[in-house]
Nanobody, 126 residues
């Protein structure tokens, strides 16, 4: 299983970025995929999760309507559109996949529920 993130970078406050995660070697459909982030000295936290089967989503409370998670099943690709970025969003963003996490309930937003991880992409808002 390989998850490869792209799209990170440096952006000014109020700006936007779109992250992508290409999945390979993984049964992409009918499972949970998610974006997590980790800032230096902080725990990894769930940003957004999606059930690739029907598109149901969950978001971290801090997102507040600014981010949108989406998937393209035909391309086995996960996206995270991030708008109205602020310096507190600065972190390494990770794509994750799990055949066991569920979108109903809390497991989809917990890092320990995910078995497969990408290498991360840095997002800096300054």
């Amino acid at each position: 299983v390989q998850l490869v993130e792209s799209g990170g970078g440096l952006v000014q406050p109020g700006g936007s970025l779109r992250l992508s995660c290409q999945a390979s070697g993984y049964n992409y459909t009918g499972n949970c995929m998610a974006w997590f982030r980790q800032a230096p000295g902080k725990e990894r936290e769930g940003v957004a999760a999606i059930y690739t089967g029907d598109g149901r989503t969950r978001y971290g409370d801090f997102v507040k309507g600014r981010f949108t998670i989406a998937r393209d099943n035909a391309k086995s690709t996960l996206y995270l559109q991030m708008n109205s970025l602020n310096p507190e969003d600065t972190a390494t963003y990770y794509c994750a996949a799990s055949p066991t996490a569920t979108i109903i309930g809390g497991s989809a937003m917990k890092a320990q529920a995910y078995q497969y991880w990408g290498q991360g992409t840095q997002v800096t808002v300054s």
